[in-house]
């Protein structure tokens, strides 16, 4: 059969003895086209016992015979079929075809001494050099794609696509064990351990059902055997006479052989065409075999690098786990690194007999406090305590509970001032059910809840005159009656009250009752304000800002000196309260380190009410700025001290000056009345030597 192609304006004279001629863009075709509107694998044109077909691949722009678009038909000669904008002319006898005046054609160059040259001076295609030359184009080019595909999917579908091409196919099968593309496997591989991988058409698409599409018999002897079969006409050969999938499947083109990998057998790869028989050569197979070593060789390397990924993404997974667990450990380490340096802090004072952990400080005010609640947790007498807002004094009537002999009963704790006088009876009576609207349910008291135990309430001053009335009559008789019942209940309670207003100021105001006064006022405890025990602003910042970041869970930041020497210069109205809305305030805003900046602007400015007031008087005498300075050095010099527990030596290498010149500040400003740690280490080293 003889084709004349004319591609721009080129005529061309092809000869060919093949029975299938592959029409397409791509190098493995029998016909290379290079316009852009033919297929890769456009069409094929082959010989069968009606005649000479013409089959369209599925292209994109579709295949013409004479004028009209088909998918399948027989030729006759003198036919033009028309692929993209290539017109091919069909001549099935000897006669060769006539240019037309529009057409032009080639200078024939002839060379008696080129085998691959045939007499009328075109170059044929029935050489076997240049069959060769060709076939080792395409399987280099094939070799190195596989080289270039590490993903395992794709490689293997590769595989099979480029087995079909390479022998003239109509489908391939790739069969493996599923363990065999991803790790070592050891053991015989049966073929009910194969399963097919990947199954294709000569147009490239995926076949659906793949198991029943193959004869899986040709496949089992191809592994027991671990050697190549090829038929030539399957349905007639003796040696799969029994198969009765051969049979079913009008099996007549068949090539079937062993996929080895590392010396084992672990797959086959089959090929087949069921329109022809004879397809298939003994150097066909021979090539194949060789394409199955080099497919072999890149699904190992395809396994490896998926082994290689695997256990990269598991080292990147243990890294990134490692970074949590670092970061988790240097939280935890920063934090036992202030909890411990509060703990050395507090053990370098006596804090008394009992264990006041929940209370951070170290000042001398906070030591008198514990020693007076060494005396008050011993009695069973009411406790009243007197303070600022936030100084804590929920901490302090929870030890005064938990230390006492009652730590094993019931601590229930009411603020006064947040509930109105109706509700505020029923929490600390109760009441039956039906006593009032909304009474859906019997409710029982905080007086009844904490029997045997201790019932703190704060902010009593703010209690309501009524209130105070019935609260004296259940200290006074020891029992009340719930709303709308006629039962009265008995109660054991230790009283423990608190308030930051003036209770004795308000008796003599007649704002509050006398008799309840005295009442409640049998042991009084007094905080001082945060202001009044700076030394313990250290302390509290640090121990404060590690339980913020441990809530929010962040790294804690640490606190530089000029941060905490505006926070030991600040009056803190709020007081602890205030002092801990701050850090967890700092914990949100400085992730990338604490600074001066990052406090808020009350804060930053160093200055509290009493210091805007000389801030004012200043600006009023602008000229007295030694007044300033030395204003400035004493707090500069307080903070140092504070931040460093009272250690001289520690403080003056915070200020960066030497521990002399710190000594004669302390005496210009009269500071030296409190002496540092490191004098009483000194003195008591002294009075040891003495002895």
């Known amino acids: 059969m003889k084709l004349t192609i004319v591609e721009d304006g080129t005529r061309s004279l092809l000869e060919f003895d093949s029975k299938v001629i592959t029409i397409g863009r791509a190098v493995d075709n029998e016909i290379r086209l290079s316009h852009t509107l033919v297929s890769r694998h456009h069409c094929r044109i082959e010989d069968g016992a009606e005649g000479t077909w013409l089959l369209d691949l599925g292209s994109s722009n579709g295949t013409s015979v004479n004028g009209e678009r088909v998918m399948r038909r027989l030729l006759a000669d003198g036919d033009q079929v028309t692929v993209g904008k290539v017109r091919l002319s069909v001549h099935l006898d000897d006669a060769p075809s006539t240019p037309t005046p529009d057409e032009t054609q080639p200078i024939p160059v002839v060379n008696e001494k080129d085998p691959d040259f045939g007499a009328e001076g075109f170059m044929t295609n029935n050489s076997d050099m240049r069959r060769e030359r060709d076939n080792l184009a395409v399987f280099a080019r094939i070799t190195a794609e596989l080289a270039r595909e590490t993903e395992l999917v794709p490689l293997l579908r590769q595989i099979v ?17 599923e363990k065999a593309a991803e790790t070592d496997s050891d053991g015989t591989v049966g073929i009910n351990d194969l399963s097919v991988r990947i199954a294709r058409s000569f147009d490239r698409s995926d076949i659906v059902i793949p198991r029943s599409r193959l004869s899986m018999g040709i496949a089992s002897r191809v592994l027991d055997q671990e050697r190549a079969i090829l038929a030539i006409d399957a349905a007639h050969d003796d040696r799969f006479s029994g198969m009765a999938s051969v049979e079913d499947l009008r099996l007549r083109s068949v090539m079937c052989l062993p996929i ?10 089959y090929v087949d065409n069921r329109l022809q028989h004879n397809v298939f050569s003994e150097s066909d197979l021979e090539m194949v075999e060789q394409f199955a070593a080099q497919a072999a060789v890149a699904i190992l390397n395809s396994r490896r690098v998926a082994e290689l990924r695997s256990r990269n993404e598991r080292l990147e997974q243990s890294r990134q786990q490692i970074q949590v667990l670092n970061e988790q450990l240097g939280r935890k380490v920063r934090d036992r690194d202030t909890e411990l340096a509060v703990v050395r802090a507090e053990l370098g004072r006596e804090r008394g007999r009992y264990d006041y952990t929940a209370i951070v400080g170290a000042s001398n005010g906070l030591r008198e406090v514990f020693k007076q609640l060494d005396k008050i947790i011993e009695t069973e007498l009411p406790v ?26 019931p601590f229930v704790t009411e603020n006064c001032a947040a509930l109105p006088d109706s509700l505020l009876e029923s929490e600390l009576f109760g009441h039956a059910r039906g006593a009032f609207t909304g ?28 209130m105070q009335k019935k609260l004296l009559r259940v200290l006074q008789e020891g029992e009340f009656r719930p709303l709308g019942m006629d039962r009265k209940v008995k109660v054991n309670v230790r009283l423990l009250a608190a308030s930051h207003r003036n209770l004795e100021e308000m008796v003599r105001k007649g704002e509050f009752r006398e008799d309840l006064f005295y009442r409640i006022n049998v042991l009084t405890v007094d905080l001082p304000p945060l202001r009044e025990r700076r030394e313990d602003i250290p302390l509290l910042a640090e121990h404060l800002l590690a339980r913020a970041a441990r809530e929010a869970a962040r790294p804690a930041p640490m606190i530089p000196h000029e941060v905490m020497a505006a926070l030991v210069s600040h009056d803190w109205p709020g007081n602890v309260r205030e002092l801990e809305n701050e850090m967890r305030r700092l914990v949100v805003l400085a992730q990338d380190g604490l600074t001066i900046d990052h406090l808020s602007p009350a804060v930053r400015e160093r200055r509290s009410a009493g210091s805007a007031a000389q801030a004012q008087a200043m600006a009023e005498n602008p000229g007295d700025i030694r007044a300033a300075v030395a204003d400035l050095e004493r707090r500069s010099i307080e903070a140092a001290l504070a931040q460093a527990a009272g250690n001289k030596s520690k403080a003056a290498s915070l200020l960066g000056i030497s521990r002399f010149a710190l000594q004669r500040k302390l005496d210009k400003y009269d500071l030296g009345k409190t002496r540092g740690r490191e004098d009483e280490d000194e003195a008591q080293t002294t009075v040891e030597e003495t002895e």
């Open 439 to 466: 009474a859906h349910r019997q409710k029982q008291g905080l007086f009844e809840q904490a029997d045997g135990g201790t019932l703190f309430l704060d902010e009593i001053g703010d209690m309501s005159s009524q």
């Open 161 to 177: 696509d480029s087995a079909v091409a390479l022998v003239g196919g109509e489908r391939g099968f790739l069969l493996m064990t």
């Open 260 to 269: 080895r990998i590392q010396d084992r057998v672990l797959g086959v790869l």
């Open 384 to 409: 009243f305590i007197h303070g600022e807002s936030g100084t804590g004094k929920e901490l302090i009537a929870r030890a005064v509970h938990f230390n006492g002999e009652r730590r094993e009963r």
